[in-house]
């Protein structure tokens, strides 16, 4: 069946440095990808999307790209602070089925 | 505030004793959903409803049932708990349903279930 998953299950950054967590998916027919991140105790949270029309996109210190040739997503993290500590996780829609199949997660540490 | 909540946040059961964890969304959303997240598995869609009576199995329905009576509401039932129901439950919702192009859940702050 249809995956998506992550390259690392864990990645630590030194604060004020930038942070890249990877995602590869399987499934061809995707055209919607999400990142969420997920703070102990908390649900996850929506961070950024895109469509798989655009190969970049741009939040406030997050970007988004999106490989569709190799079917890879990553989302990059500027200036990281101990905000950002948590579970990140990708999640896609494969291009018709009515839910978001989502991936392990990679938890990222920032080190003060 | 706009928000999904699910109740109780921590339950500790019996085997075979039912128990229902409930959620509610104040947003008007059609689409609501439960997930289980349990260690390197990520989280795992149970049921998922698109709109008041509509329900659909997930990917791990089995041994849970839900109800959509009130577009509101969207609860979460065990009929007969077992160990391998023991997990953290999500709980989310969204404002169109995922194929018309707005996928961004919101989620409940999570039901942690122990099943003794």
């Known amino acids: 069946g249809e995956s998506v998953g992550l390259h690392l299950p864990t990645l630590s950054v030194q604060e004020g440095d930038n942070s890249i967590i990877n995602c590869a998916y399987s499934n061809s027919a995707s055209d919607y990808f999400i990142w969420y991140k997920q703070e102990s105790g908390k649900g996850p949270q929506f961070i950024i999307d895109i469509r798989s029309n655009m190969d970049k996109r741009q939040g406030q210190r997050v970007t988004v790209l999106l490989n569709k040739t190799v079917k890879h997503l990553s989302l990059q993290i500027a200036a990281t602070q101990p905000g950002d500590s948590a579970v990140y996780f990708c999640a896609e829609n494969g291009g018709g089925n009515e839910k978001l199949t989502f991936g392990t997660g990679t938890r990222l540490t920032i080190i003060p | 505030e706009a928000q999904v909540t699910q109740n109780p946040r921590y339950l500790i059961t019996v085997t075979g004793k039912k128990l229902t964890v409930t959620c509610s969304q104040n947003?008007?959303?059609?689409?609501m959903s439960w997930y289980r997240q349990d260690p390197g598995l990520g989280l795992r869609q149970i049921y998922y409803s698109m709109n008041v009576e509509v329900t659909d199995k997930g990917d791990v329905p089995e041994g849970y049932k839900v109800s959509r009576k009130e577009k509101r509401n969207f609860p979460l039932i065990l009929e007969s708990p077992s160990p391998n129901q023991t997990s953290l439950y999500f709980c989310a919702s969204s404002f169109l349903l995922p194929r018309q192009g707005d996928e961004k859940l919101f989620f409940g702050s999570g039901t942690q279930l122990s099943v003794l």
């Open positions: 947003m008007n959303h059609e689409y």
